[in-house]
C-alpha cells in the first residue's frame, strides 16, 4: 500500500530535549515537505526537499532541522524544543513532476507537545 | 508572494443541503489549484484539482472550477452528506511542488 508514515504520532517533552520525527514514504517520491498546523493559520510548510541532499526553507524554518540521506526518510530535527513549537505536524511527499505535477500523499500527522 | 483566502468557519449545514466554500487567491503566472479535505484525527487528502484556467475539478460529488479572470476555485457540492463533515483546505502551487495553503473551513453536517 503506498503511504507516507510518520513517527510518533503523539508526542509530549520538556523544553530544551532534543528530538526527531521521522517520515518515510514507499513511494520512490522524489519531492518531500514537513508542514506544522495551527489552529486559525491552517497549515505552514516548514522545510522541503526536492531529492537527496537537496533541502530548502520553507515559511517557518525557525528552530527546525532537516536531512535527506535517503530517497525515501526525510526526519524533522527539533534540537531544543520550546512551548511555540507545540503543533500538529504533517509530513508529504509527490513526484517532483514540476509544473502540474503530482498529488501530494501526507502522513497520518504527529501531534507534539513541549511543556 | 502567492496567498490563498477561504472563507472562515465553521460552516453549519442539515443533510441534503447545497454548499459553497469560497476560495480566492493571489499568484503571479499560471498555479494549479487544489482541495484537500481532513477528517477528524487524520492527515490531508486530496480531494479535487484542476491546473489551468477553466478546468473544472471533480471528485466524491464535490466541483470546484479554475476561475482565472475572478482568481476564484469556490468548492461546491448539490447535496452534502454527515459523513462530509471535515476540514477542508484550498491550495495553490506555483512552480515545483510548493502548496501554499488556505486556513481551513471546517464543515459540520447534521442529520
Known amino acids: 500500500e503506498a503511504q507516507v508514515t510518520q513517527n510518533p504520532r503523539y508526542l509530549i517533552t520538556v523544553t530544551g530535549k532534543k528530538l526527531t520525527v521521522t517520515c518515510s514514504q514507499n513511494?520512490?517520491?522524489?519531492?518531500m515537505s514537513w508542514y506544522r498546523q495551527d489552529p486559525g493559520l491552517g497549515l505552514r510548510q516548514i522545510y522541503y526537499s526536492m531529492n537527496v541532499e537537496v533541502t530548502d526553507k520553507g515559511d517557518v524554518p525557525e528552530g527546525y532541522k532537516v536531512s535527506r540521506k535517503e530517497k525515501r526518510n526525510f526526519p524533522l530535527i527539533l534540537e531544543s524544543p520550546s512551548p511555540n513549537q507545540t503543533s500538529l505536524y504533517f509530513c508529504?511527499?509527490?513526484?517532483?513532476?514540476?509544473?502540474?505535477?503530482?498529488?501530494?500523499?501526507f502522513g497520518p500527522g504527529t501531534r507534539l507537545t513541549v511543556l | 508572494g502567492n496567498s490563498v483566502t477561504q472563507m472562515e468557519g465553521p460552516v453549519t449545514l442539515s443533510e441534503e443541503a447545497f454548499l459553497t466554500i469560497n476560495c480566492t487567491y493571489t499568484?503571479?503566472?499560471?498555479?494549479?489549484l487544489f482541495w484537500y479535505v481532513q477528517y477528524p484525527g487524520e492527515g490531508l487528502q486530496l480531494l479535487l484539482k484542476a491546473t489551468k484556467a477553466d478546468d473544472k475539478g471533480s471528485n466524491k460529488g464535490f466541483e470546484a472550477t479554475y476561475r482565472k479572470e475572478t482568481t476564484s476555485f469556490h468548492l461546491e457540492k448539490g447535496s452534502v452528506q454527515v459523513s462530509d463533515s471535515a476540514v477542508y483546505f484550498c491550495a495553490l502551487r506555483h512552480g515545483y511542488s510548493t502548496l501554499t495553503f488556505g486556513k481551513g473551513t471546517m464543515l459540520l453536517v447534521s442529520p
Open positions: 508529504a511527499s509527490s513526484r517532483g513532476t514540476g509544473l502540474g505535477g503530482g498529488e501530494q500523499f
Open positions: 499568484a503571479t503566472g499560471y498555479p494549479s
Open positions: 513511494m520512490n517520491h522524489e519531492y
